[in-house]
């Protein structure tokens, strides 16, 4: 699953001097929740791949580094509790703008995150035959851009934010997630399993707990 990375301009342009000595701004990286589609306040782990150097967190959010010679680099980003890993490869400072160098990664939430109330959310739990969670594997709604993968625990969350991406219909009174005319249905992968298929009922604004016998 790759990260979702865009080349933007530092909406906060940073100037650090230090002792009369002005230090060259190299690389930006911007962090942004996929939920919010906001910048995130966390602090998180941000480094380059191969290089012993601790960016600069600045009030805007971004994390800076200095002086680094013109090459490519392999951006990691650690999400802690509320964000999956991410790692984003091949930078090339030379395609960014020398006044702007700013990277923006968009980071997907794990299962821990704290979603608004109201969200339309599956939660569920992948299990092999022996009842141990399933992890790395790949979770996306079928026709549609909503994946995720499942923690280390076997644990997954999908959310479906943008009500442009589904219908609604109303049964029993109850407002329930439409498809392509259908039922919102998973599409499950992992490299050491077949493809599993999973028809899931999802209430607009409710919780969709499952738990998942894989493969």
Do not use: C
């Not at 990375?5 to 060259?24: D, F, M, S």
């Not at 028809?199 to 969709?208: H, L």
Request: net charge negative.
């Amino acid at each position: 699953m790759m990260p979702v990375v865009r080349v933007g301009r530092l909406r906060h342009p940073e100037k650090i001097l230090l002792e009369g000595i002005t230090r060259k701004l190299s690389l930006a990286v911007y962090l942004v929740d996929e939920y919010s589609n906001k910048g995130i306040a966390d602090d998180l782990e941000v480094s380059l791949k191969d290089w012993n150097m601790a960016p600069v967190r600045t009030i805007g959010g971004y994390y800076i580094f200095f002086d680094l010679p013109d090459s490519s680099y392999t951006v990691q980003v650690r999400g802690a509790t509320y964000y999956f890993d991410e790692t984003v490869t091949e930078v090339q400072l030379a395609d960014l703008d020398p006044r702007n160098p700013v990277v923006s990664i968009t980071l997907k939430p794990t299962p821990s995150y704290r979603f608004p109330p109201s969200s339309t959310l599956i939660r569920g739990s992948l299990w092999d035959p022996y009842g141990r969670g399933v992890p790395e594997a790949e979770i996306q709604v079928k026709e549609r851009d909503i994946r995720t993968k499942t923690n280390g625990n076997g644990e997954f969350v999908i959310y479906f934010r943008d009500s442009g991406n589904y219908d609604v219909t109303t049964i029993d009174e109850k407002k329930l997630v439409i498809i392509n005319g259908e039922n919102p249905i998973l599409e499950i992968a992992h490299p050491d399993y077949r493809k599993k298929i999973e028809s899931v009922v999802v209430e607009e604004g409710k919780i969709t707990s499952l738990s998942i016998t894989y493969p």
